[in-house]
């Protein structure tokens, strides 16, 4: 399985963005995904998470109220859709499948498939 997110850019603060995350191989639709930002000099941080149906997800506080993460299985593609951007959003996002779970929304190990990242950058 591989990933591919795109949709990072630059923004002023108070705008938007919104994320793809579009997998390849078979397991897309079975399992639950996620997406982690990394800013310069911190630790990778979790963001939000989704079941393999959608019906379950899980948004980390910081960013809660802003951003939405979906997903359509038809197209293998996961989605975070960001609003109200703030200069502390400026990371590295990544998106990650995870290789066993399909109802968790929040756990995500190093094991599981991750992509190469797309680069937020929010302007004050």
């Known amino acids: 399985v591989q990933l591919q997110a795109s949709g990072g850019g630059s923004v002023q603060a108070g705008g938007s963005l919104r994320l793809s995350c579009e997998a390849s191989?078979?397991?897309?639709?079975?399992?639950?995904m996620g997406w982690f930002r990394q800013a310069p000099g911190k630790e990778r941080e979790f963001v939000a998470g989704?079941?393999?149906?959608?019906?379950?997800?899980s948004i980390a506080p910081s960013v809660k109220d802003r951003f939405t993460i979906s997903r359509d299985n038809a197209k293998k593609t996961g989605f975070l859709a960001m609003h109200s951007l703030k200069p502390e959003d400026t990371a590295v996002y990544f998106c990650?499948?995870?290789?066993?779970?399909?109802?968790?929304?929040?756990?995500?190990?190093?094991?599981?498939?991750w992509g190469q990242g797309t680069q937020v950058t929010v302007s004050s």
């Open positions: 989704i079941s393999w149906s959608g019906a379950i997800t």
């Open positions: 191989g078979r397991t897309f639709s079975d399992h639950s």
């Open positions: 990650v499948l995870s290789r066993n779970g399909r109802n968790n929304a929040r756990l995500f190990s190093g094991s599981d498939y």
